[in-house]
């Protein structure tokens, strides 16, 4: 690499970690969710560098290594989140987390057949494609089910709530919805192209189970414990590589990489020394998050057609918003949850942010999704991530203002 490609990687990446420090300091003066408006922010700046300066198309001399580092701390931050389900008092209960996946996925998954019925009855030619219905209604029903575990992981964070039963039961539930999630997403791929994507899907998450118990086993011997407690950096540099190569080798399966990162914090044992390593990493992580943020700002700056359809917009808006409102705030209710915590799950599951958007490219790359109908979902994405930390405000205030109509008067 030359020096000048170099001290244009350093510009840019400076500019990412001051862009992320400016949202971090808006979503205090808004009173937000520091991740909401570091993502708005740091999508704004991928925009301006590909449209005004022309860095970050794909093409550009090296992107590779901000990609790297944008993948890496994603990785690193999965794993602390993944790892924090485990912490903080208590087993969740079974009820909980299926009621809530339940309903936090099937309304929203009807809610999208109701929306392709609309597209394959009303829409345009902008809007059909040339999809098969039944890919395309697939990946509508995938769409609007999504929950970003990696936005919610940091939702949560920034609200010091991933160590309590809602933050760890948002959780559990957000991993369930994108294990069940991804694999239809294959299987619409699959039915588009041809490909094998189900298989390999159903294969990772089959072998994932009995791979987290074998390495919980070994970092639980005396050798390994051994290694957390003398040498703490290289036990951070070894779990580092493994969520890596992992969070890559799921991405190159055609999955996401959350399922290889995921995997590896479920699998770290949940005391002692590993959970000073998790926490470490998961510092390290959100700071080089923001890279990601903003090299999916380039993608999209690059890459979304000029084709607005407002009805489409507003449409999708509107079911995706209700539907996981709604479906998640009943599930969590007959999951014996409290009509406070019910309106929480409510509002986080609601979080769709790059998880969504990494669906959403995944469908418009397989031709699934027509140039109209991929940006009023991009648009449904970031609307619905934005709603996040004011629906969590509001539910605070509702719950201030019950309180204060409950206490007895002095």
Known sequence: ????????????????????????????????????????????????????????????????????LGHFGLALFLVSAAHGIRQGGGRLSGRAVAWLSAGSTLPAMLSGVLLATWVLTVGGADLRGEASPTALTLMLAVS????????????????????????????????AIDAVTWVLLAVAIGLATGRDGAVKAVAVLLCGIPAVLAVRWIARTKALQTLANSYPYAAMILVAVIAYAASQTTRGLGLTEIFGAVLVGFALPGDGPWARVSHQLGRLGRLLLPVMFTLTGTALAAGVPNVVSWEAIVIATVLAITSKLAGSYAGARLGAQSRLASLKLAALMNTRGLTEIAVLQAGYSAGILAPGLFLALIVMALITTGLSGPLLWAVDRYAGARAARLEPAS
Do not use: H, Y
């Open 1 to 68: 690499m030359d020096a000048l490609i170099a001290g244009t990687l350093a510009l840019v990446l400076a500019g990412v970690l001051v862009t992320a420090a400016v949202g971090r300091w808006l979503a205090g003066r808004l009173k937000q969710p520091e991740i909401v408006l570091e993502i708005a922010v740091c999508l704004l700046l991928g925009g301006v560098l590909v449209s005004q300066v022309g860095w970050g198309a794909p093409e550009t001399a090296g992107r590779e290594v901000l990609e790297f």
């Open 144 to 175: 609007l089910a999504v929950t970003a575990v990696p936005v919610l992981a940091g939702i949560l964070r920034d609200r010091r709530m991933e160590n309590t039963e809602i933050g760890r039961l948002a959780m559990t539930s957000a991993v």
